[in-house]
């Protein structure tokens, strides 16, 4: 980012302000970089929890296939998804709160004996899966304020902080160098004006 200024005070003032308001956020920002990294770490542990009980789900599914064909999934059915909103580390995220199911009567005479554990499984096969979403939006939404609160930290860092310093410096150095400049000059139109007031004063003398 090129900063822009000018040679004079006005400017001097307002490089020093945006440096001590970037300087005071710096740390806050570094913060919440920490905080979201421990939460992306947190989150991605959870998916890979979730991943590892889907798949273990899906094995105790394929040990049960035969019996799975005899089951009539049109008996169960999501009917909502309740959520809430939670903020993590600042970032808004959604968390689900729970999963409402309809069911269709079925004659449990009529119906093989483990049709209401099966009932179970699927609901249990489907909260997981529907968790497992909850927590990959999660870990996006988290990465992505991760990504961003680090973009602008190594802006402030590396980029902003430095170049207002480097500007600070600059205009100091010129407004010393000036200052430096019009002092000499001072002395030197003293010195020549106390010269000409002594020539002066020696012509009179001269004079008399």
């Known amino acids: 980012m090129a900063i822009t200024y000018q ?13 001590k308001m970037r300087q005071r956020t710096l740390p806050t920002l570094q913060s ?8 992306v770490k947190k989150a991605k542990d959870e998916m890979i929890a979730l991943d590892e009980e889907v798949n273990r789900r899906i094995k105790d599914y394929d040990q049960m296939i035969a019996l799975w064909g005899e089951f009539d999934t049109s008996l169960i059915h999501v009917d909502d998804v309740k959520m809430a909103v939670k903020k993590i580390a600042g970032v808004r995220i959604p968390v689900l709160e729970e999963v409402v199911y309809s069911t269709k009567s079925f004659s449990i005479y009529d119906s093989p004996k483990w049709f209401y554990d099966g009932f179970e499984q699927v609901k249990a096969i489907a909260d997981i899966g529907i968790r497992q979403e909850f927590v990959h939006r999660k870990v996006e939404l988290l990465e992505y ?15 902003q902080i430095p170049g207002y310093q480097d500007a600070i410096r600059k205009i ?30 020696e012509g009179k003398e001269a004079a008399v």
Do not use: P
């Not at 030197?188 to 002594?198: G, L, M, S, T, Y």
């Open 7 to 19: 040679f004079n005070k006005t400017s001097l003032q307002g490089l020093e302000k945006n440096l």
């Open 32 to 39: 919440k970089e920490s905080a979201l990294r421990l939460e």
């Open 145 to 159: 304020a991760r990504k961003k609160t680090t973009q602008k930290v190594n802006l402030f860092e590396k980029v």
């Open 172 to 201: 100091k150095r010129f407004m010393e160098d000036e200052e430096n400049l019009s002092k000499s000059s001072q002395k030197i139109v003293k010195a020549k004006r106390q010269r000409e007031a002594e020539q002066s004063a």
